[in-house]
């Protein structure tokens, strides 16, 4: 099961130097993308790898550190990198968000980790606690794209991830960022349930069948009637 183990880390650190790339390709380029970034997603995927790395660190699991280790600086990186370029405008090419907003975001979600991690010190949450609000930032942090999507084809608002949909905007940066992270989800699911811990196993297999609505979506990306006759679109 070491393989395993191996393999799970070693995925979860291509996945956050895919992640990186995708940076680099929305802001170290300074190209217009179709898909601007949102730095939400960079506080909440630094967020969830901090709850994880924690956790590794009470259970004495070393990928699990070293993996959530390297996802907080790459997701800080990402974070700083678009704030700073952003600057005070709304530049709709790099981020949704403007720099004050981004402020008021950042402040929210320092507020809430300084809460837990003060809790945490003081004992008042246990290795048990800290594995159960990781599992429920990750199942939230996994289902926000799968919900936005289908919400967005309910409502006919395709523009918004017009590389889901429309072949000439396809990103690959996006799609390595999916495969890899199916592939992450289903190996550390798998090394979750030789281990026995829940905390592992089940909010990776509810990634797994989270990236499969989303590689699904994408087949069907430039389909755009079949996917109103699916869903019973007019």
Known sequence: MALVQIAA?????SFYSVLAWQVYEHVGSFKSSPQPLNPLVFMSVYFTCALQCKYGLMIGDGSIVL???VGMLVSACGLFAVYFVVGNGNN??????TRAHMERQMFKFLGAFTVFGFAVY????????VGRTASIVSVAV??????????RLR????????????????????DCLLAV????????????MHLGDPWIALPNAFGFLCCLCQVFFMYFRSKRFDLFKLYNLK
Do not use: H, K
């Open 9 to 13: 880390c070693t995925l979860s650190l």
């Open 67 to 69: 993996a959530n280790a």
């Open 92 to 97: 709709n090419n790099i981020a949704i968000l």
């Open 122 to 129: 003081e004992g008042w949450i246990g290795e048990a606690g």
């Open 142 to 151: 996994y289902i926000v794209p799968v919900w936005s999507v289908i919400t």
């Open 155 to 174: 409502s006919r608002d395709l523009a918004r991830y017009p590389q889901l949909f429309e072949p000439e905007t396809r990103s690959l940066s996006n």
């Open 181 to 192: 992270n199916t592939l992450a989800s289903v190996t550390w699911a798998v090394y979750g």
